[in-house]
């Protein structure tokens, strides 16, 4: 395939040869890497590979909420505050219920971010397990202009209202074995969709690369009905309009 691909999700740091998965996605067609962070650590990461890789990994910044702790949210909030102006969104940032960590301090860490997203005009990548409705309200709430809710496998009521917003939804590899992923998908415009991996995350106990965006590509082709080349374009597109990578 002549198009380049983005693969708009990416744990490059956790992968564990960051250099290898590069080369082999460069290899498969994907030009561009937004990788994302989840904490201190992982974001100070995923900037020096951002260094290493001009042009092909682009930094997006977050707190992640698995990495909330209540002694660390300022010191998170802190750095975000002095380098998010480096980085292509603010992410992954969110709200997860599925976890021990209360709703109160969450929302509270999300809200805060949401401020820092709007202050520095920045694009959001949501994550929002067993919270779609709620992450999605103080998105709008907040009046950001810019937000991907990441692997939305969410209620179709709360999907239409965030496609009324003009907000996007990424597709994974998960398209192929997920009912309500698939019809999120589905239901959502090509022109608010994004491609991702989220590798290094495992699909039916594979473990993901960035590579295996044409996965997500492939399926996505045809669960649209079109040509893998138009499904490329578009989501290529879609994808240097969102963050900005030219």
Do not use: C
Request: net charge negative; aromatic share 8%.
């Amino acid at each position: 395939m002549n198009l380049p691909l983005i693969d708009t999700h990416v744990h490059l740091d956790e992968i564990s040869d960051p250099e290898e998965a590069i080369l082999a996605a460069k290899k498969a067609g994907v030009a561009g890497i937004v990788a994302v962070g989840m904490d201190i650590t992982s974001n100070e990461k995923i900037l020096t590979f951002s260094e290493q890789y001009p042009g092909v990994v682009f930094p997006a910044l977050g707190y992640h909420p698995w990495k909330i702790t209540i002694s660390g949210i300022r010191n998170n909030l802190d750095f975000l505050h002095r380098h998010l102006d480096q980085a292509v969104a603010l992410g992954e940032v969110g709200l997860d219920f599925k976890i021990s960590i209360p709703r109160e301090i969450q929302e509270g860490t999300f809200g805060d971010l949401m401020e820092l997203a709007w202050e520095k005009n920045k694009p959001v990548i949501v994550h929002s397990r067993l919270s779609h409705e709620e992450t999605f309200e103080m998105v709008r709430k907040h009046n950001l202009k810019k937000a991907v809710f990441h692997w939305y496998s969410g209620p179709m009521a709360i999907l239409k209202e965030l496609l009324l917003m003009g907000y996007y939804i990424s597709a994974t590899p998960a398209l192929i074995y997920s009912p309500r992923h698939r019809e999120a998908v589905t239901a959502a415009p090509l022109k608010q969709i994004l491609i991702e991996t989220d590798a290094p995350t495992a699909y039916q106990g594979v473990i993901s690369t960035p590579a295996q965006v044409l996965q997500t590509l492939t399926e996505l082709s045809r669960i649209k009905g079109i040509e893998i080349e138009e499904a490329a374009m578009k989501t290529t597109q879609n994808a240097r309009d969102f963050f900005g990578i030219v």
